[in-house]
């Protein structure tokens, strides 16, 4: 089951870097986007919310 929060649902797309390496990268979406697919938390990450625009981001635990 994919994560939500305040109708945004977590998405995670796997990208390539300049050195050839593989990293995945998170983030939220109202719609389905273009590339991506929905996911759960990640383990170690809690949501937060950014109080100006009301977007929600994964922030690692401490």
């Keep these: 089951m994919a994560y ?3 109708g ?3 998405h995670a797309r796997e990208v390539a ?3 050839g390496h593989k ?3 998170y983030f939220f979406s109202r ?3 273009k590339s991506g ?3 759960d938390l990640p383990e170690g990450y809690t949501v937060a919310v ?3 625009t ?3 981001y994964l922030k690692k635990q401490a």
């Design 50 to 52: 950014n109080k100006r």
């Design 37 to 39: 697919v929905p996911v």
């Design 8 to 10: 945004y649902t977590l």
């Design 54 to 56: 009301g977007l929600p």
């Design 17 to 19: 870097l300049k050195g």
């Design 31 to 33: 719609r389905a986007p």
């Design 23 to 25: 990293q995945v990268i």
């Design 4 to 6: 939500e929060q305040d």
